[in-house]
């Protein structure tokens, strides 16, 4: 792939994984004993996965954290 892409899904996902939206997932993989390096990689994949998604449904952009606020309130 693109090495400036995968550079900004890496500098993405470093963001994402203090976010409490991608926190449990960043953890989660660390706790399986993954280097963070690895979870990292991960976590920009899945980055990459949600904004394709949201561009092909050109939908915005839902938390689940968000969503479950929603249904709770």
């Not at 550079?7 to 449990?24: G, I, K, N």
């Not at 996965?49 to 050109?58: C, E, M, P, Q, T």
Request: glycine fraction near 4%; include cysteine.
């Amino acid at each position: 792939g693109h090495a400036e892409l995968r550079r900004l899904l890496y500098l993405a996902a470093m963001q994402a994984c203090r976010t409490p939206a991608w926190r449990d997932v960043y953890q989660r993989h660390l706790e399986r004993g993954l280097a963070p390096v690895q979870t990292l990689v991960i976590l920009a994949r899945k980055l990459a996965r949600v904004a394709f998604a949201i561009l092909r449904n050109g939908s915005n952009y839902q938390s689940r954290i968000t969503k479950s606020a929603c249904v709770e309130t």
